[in-house]
């Protein structure tokens, strides 16, 4: 039958079911075939955090949303045009979410009065009119999809898990994905397993069939590939960009790379990539615990590595006695902090970016280091080159701050000109340094591993056992120069205010603070850092549409800050700092700046919307000064 083609320049699609009902892998799936077909893209799956959630609960509900456009997007969109619910939970738990004329298509087989109850509905919902402002789809996915690979020979419970092609097959032809990715995918997943294979290509094209012949869709969708600059793109994580940064880093600098790490949601991913890749001179340890795994990459980073730990904000916590130490030791070690809600084990699958002022102060002592935040999954990639640059160059433990969004989204990454990428110089000491006089007046060449570079005040980097460069370093305080242990107040003065200006002097390489703001007249300033900004520059694109003058600056550096950054703040009448805390950058920019920066903050597990951000930036920007 003829079907009607209506052309969108964007769509919103949300997969959600039960924890084992394969909604990432669907999710995934569906991001494969748009970003085959040439869409820009953004994806939020979320997890539950229980590990075998009672299946049917709010608790166990399991999610990926995908936002493809014809278009440059920035998020993976607030509300969901089309929700794929396959059991009450899910509709419950993603029903206020939806705005009228949304279409929600339901898989019915699970909606018995004992589901309806678990997850906490009195009525049905299907048949109460609770969802008449919707364009519901009632189906029994489950049945058609046991109907149609009842010639494989599973059992009943093996056939109905190959309900999420079904599904995924209905959504790809409602909006005209690709098939070939998909049905390449199974064929090879499933390669060993021939009946699985076959039913689950079978039960996807089936999908695909019932969108094409049923007439309860008689609407089919295009959304057209983006305009895109020219090149090799592949769909990406923030995760998988950040693993494949830190190799890039190791090959830039010539440096094998040591990983050591505990697994923690949701930084896991990091250790798994890296340990695929010993062909490129990737070590990866996992440690028992946290300390260990800390003190391995600070022992590898002494023994000439690059020295790498990855971890979420409790393990940061374990790990600060040992960062101080690194601070002390001066090494390069780059310290990867995928942020999750806390405190403590808080919120282990979920986002939020409250691990700021943790990086800069969660230390004894005077303990500075740089930090450095990536703002989109593509950006973890560079954000992990810039750090290790900064680690090797400086002599420094660097804090790199990601987050649950950035780790688990995704997006397209046009693959980098590997032979443009900067390169990182280690500059190991291979001679003597300084020269003492012996006991029979004689020069002697001996070296000190506290002789510092002019320029960059990081102290020389000598590999053990290389021929006269002999030394001991510790966590006890160092003379100056020689390294000796010293107690002396003036020396520990000294080298405080040494380090926190080595520090301080990486602004220096970092450059100017990159202002958006194409009228020039903007009087408000929206500053950002890390993953919020895809929703703050969603926002003020919203608001400039409208007419009114904004500007957007987003840090990359935060500590030190960039050189300027005092002073294009000053540029602006008013200064709004949206973060998912309490007010972190705020704080820091009010202490540092003296400006009266407004902070719109919320710890709620999830990425800001983009329209909740549109009516703070609307609201800040057309307020009318008043007279004291």
């Known amino acids: 039958m003829s079907k009607q083609v209506k052309q969108l320049e964007r769509v919103i699609i949300r997969f959600a079911g039960d924890s084992g009902d394969g909604m990432q892998l669907t999710g995934a799936r569906f991001t494969a075939e748009t970003a085959a077909f040439g869409n820009d893209l953004s994806t939020l799956p979320s997890f539950p955090a229980e590990i075998r959630a009672p299946a049917g609960t709010m608790a166990g509900v399991s999610s990926f949303q995908v936002h493809f456009a014809d278009f440059d997007i920035l998020t993976p969109g607030d509300s969901p045009d089309v929700l794929v619910a396959m059991n009450p939970a899910a509709l419950r738990a993603n029903r206020p979410d939806l705005r009228p004329g949304a279409s929600v298509i339901v898989d019915t087989h699970d909606f018995t009065k004992r589901n309806l109850a678990r997850a906490g509905y009195e009525q049905n919902p299907l048949e109460d009119g609770s969802l008449e402002d919707f364009n519901l789809h009632a189906l029994d996915l489950t049945a058609t999809t046991v109907e149609a690979v009842k010639d494989f020979g599973l059992s009943r419970k093996d056939a109905a898990r190959a309900k999420n092609m079904f599904a995924l097959g209905l959504l790809s032809w409602m909006y005209g994905r690709p098939t070939e990715p998909t049905i390449e995918f199974l064929s090879t997943t499933f390669a060993a397993k021939a009946d699985l294979r076959d039913a689950n290509?079978?039960?996807?094209?089936?999908?695909?069939?019932?969108?094409?012949?049923?007439?309860?869709?008689?609407v089919r969708y295009e959304v057209r590939p983006a305009a895109m600059a020219q090149g090799r793109y592949r769909n990406i994580t923030g995760n998988l960009a950040l693993a494949y940064g830190l190799i890039a880093a190791g090959r830039l600098s010539g440096l094998p790379v040591f990983l050591g790490a505990y697994p923690i949601t949701p930084a896991s991913d990091v250790l798994h990539e890296l340990s695929k890749h010993k062909n490129f001179g990737v070590t990866t340890f996992q440690a028992e615990d946290e300390i260990a795994g800390v003190g391995a990459a600070l022992g590898a980073a002494y023994g000439g590595h690059l020295g790498v730990t990855a971890t979420s904000g409790p393990g940061i916590a374990l790990k600060a006695e040992t960062i101080g130490l690194a601070v002390m030791l001066e090494l390069p070690l780059v310290i990867c902090d995928i942020q999750r809600g806390g405190?403590?084990?808080?919120?282990?699958?979920?986002?939020?970016?409250?691990?700021?002022?943790?990086?800069?102060?969660?230390?004894?002592?005077?303990?500075?280091?740089?930090i450095v935040a990536p703002r989109s999954p593509t950006d973890c990639f560079d954000a992990a080159i810039e750090a290790a640059r900064i680690a090797v160059t400086y002599r420094t433990p660097v804090m790199l701050l990601s987050d649950g969004y950035l780790a688990n989204g995704s997006e397209p990454w046009l693959l980098p000109d590997i032979d443009a990428l900067p390169r990182i110089e280690p500059d190991f000491a291979r001679t003597t340094n300084h020269t003492v006089q012996g006991k029979d007046g004689e020069d002697v060449q001996t070296f000190?591993?506290?002789?510092?570079?002019?320029?960059?005040?990081?102290?020389?980097?000598?590999?053990?056992?290389?021929?006269?460069?002999?030394?001991?370093?510790?966590?006890?305080?160092?003379?100056?120069?020689?390294?000796?242990?010293?107690?002396?107040?003036?020396?520990?003065?000294?080298?405080?205010?040494?380090?926190?200006?080595?520090?301080?002097?990486?602004?220096?390489?970092?450059?100017?603070?990159?202002?958006?703001?194409?009228?020039?007249?903007?009087?408000?300033?929206?500053?950002?850092?890390?993953?919020?900004?895809?929703?703050?520059?969603?926002?003020?694109?919203?608001?400039?549409?409208?007419?009114?003058?904004?500007?957007?600056?987003?840090?990359r550096h935060l500590n030190p800050f960039p050189a300027d950054l005092g002073e294009v703040l000053h540029r602006y009448d008013r200064v709004l700092v949206p973060e998912m805390n309490l007010g972190q950058l705020s704080m820091l920019l009010r202490a540092e700046f003296l400006i009266d920066a407004v902070g719109y903050h919320q710890v709620r597990g999830l990425p800001f919307r983009a329209e909740e951000l549109a009516d703070v930036i609307r609201e800040l920007a057309t307020t009318k000064e008043t007279s004291p």
């Not at 996807?204 to 008689?218: I, L, P, S, V």
Request: charged share 25%; proline share 8%.
């Open 448 to 555: 000190w591993p506290y002789q510092r570079d002019p320029q960059t005040l990081a102290r020389p980097w000598a590999i053990p056992g290389t021929p006269g460069l002999e030394h001991r370093i510790g966590g006890l305080e160092k003379e100056d120069g020689s390294g000796d242990i010293s107690y002396e107040p003036a020396n520990h003065d000294l080298m405080v205010r040494t380090r926190a200006a080595k520090v301080a002097r990486v602004a220096e390489t970092i450059g100017r603070t990159y202002v958006d703001d194409p009228t020039g007249d903007a009087r408000t300033l929206v500053v950002g850092w890390g993953s919020t900004y895809g929703p703050i520059g969603a926002g003020v694109r919203r608001v400039r549409r409208e007419g009114i003058a904004v500007a957007q600056a987003h840090l």
């Open 343 to 370: 405190p403590s084990t808080g919120l282990p699958t979920k986002t939020e970016q409250a691990d700021l002022l943790q990086a800069k102060f969660g230390r004894n002592g005077e303990a500075p280091l740089p």
């Open 201 to 218: 290509i079978t039960a996807f094209r089936a999908g695909w069939n019932f969108g094409e012949t049923t007439e309860a869709f008689a």
